[in-house]
């Protein structure tokens, strides 16, 4: 029986789409064109016909992260296999966690819209940052912990790829982009609620060119 493969271009790409389809995602439900004071506080006011959309764009796009992971484990197995497993691994528990907050984001917008200016309003937002607000904040301590490793395998990788690329990692690019709501706002507003698929994009992109320039030196 013929054994089908999936290659690391292929799993890489499968990654920068899940960033494509869930940034759309979260777009359609965290987007305000005056840009937003807080994470739940953009809830208040985003179209709740338009976040519908983005729900089922993020939900059902967001486990395809987990492909792109398994993309950078094949791409760094070669440099040290434990440190691009602890990758994937991490990379994995990450977007589970993410996945519960994405899915969390529509029905969160539609209970506390309409719980507004009732007595119920106050109960029903400290419940939503009881049970969901901590998963966001385990996110970015995984992103933090990925952004580590990565650096770590770009500085001991044997297969190229220049050391200053360490610097591109998950968690700085995060801090620029959710930052150019201070430095750059009209560009801030569009790409700050999709701050984490954007991070992904160049995330994915930065090692995809990597992969093609790799492969090129080893044809010459």
């Known amino acids: ?18 960033a494509v ?19 739940i506080s953009m809830l208040y006011d985003v179209p709740l016909a ?8 993020a939900v059902y ?12 484990l094949r791409f760094f197995k070669s440099s040290n296999e434990f440190l691009a497993t602890l990758l994937f691994i991490l990379g994995v528990l990450s977007f589970a966690y993410g996945s519960v907050y994405v899915s969390s984001r529509y029905f969160a917008a539609e209970v506390l819209q309409r719980s507004m200016n009732t007595p119920d309003f106050e109960f029903y937002l400290a419940s939503y940052e009881k049970h969901y607000q901590s998963t966001v904040w385990a996110l970015r301590m995984l992103i ?10 770009v500085v001991k990788n044997k297969i190229g ?12 690019l995060l801090i620029l982009i959710i930052s150019s709501l201070a430095w750059a706002k009209p560009i801030g507003v569009y790409i700050a609620p999709i701050a984490m698929n954007a991070t992904h994009f160049v995330f994915f992109g ?4 990597q992969l093609h320039q790799t492969r090129t030196k080893s044809t010459l």
């Open 1 to 18: 029986m013929s054994r089908i493969t999936i290659s690391t271009k292929t799993l890489l790409i499968i990654g920068l789409l899940a």
């Open 21 to 39: 389809f869930v940034g759309i995602g979260e777009f359609l439900l965290h987007f305000l064109p005056g840009g937003s004071k807080g994470e």
């Open 50 to 57: 338009r976040a519908s959309k983005g729900h089922f764009f």
């Open 61 to 72: 796009a967001a486990p395809f992260y987990f492909a792109g992971y398994y993309g950078l």
């Open 144 to 153: 933090l912990s990925v952004s580590v490793v990565y650096a770590t395998l």
């Open 161 to 172: 790829m220049k050391k200053w690329l360490a610097v591109f990692n998950p968690i700085v």
């Open 206 to 209: 930065i090692i995809l060119f």
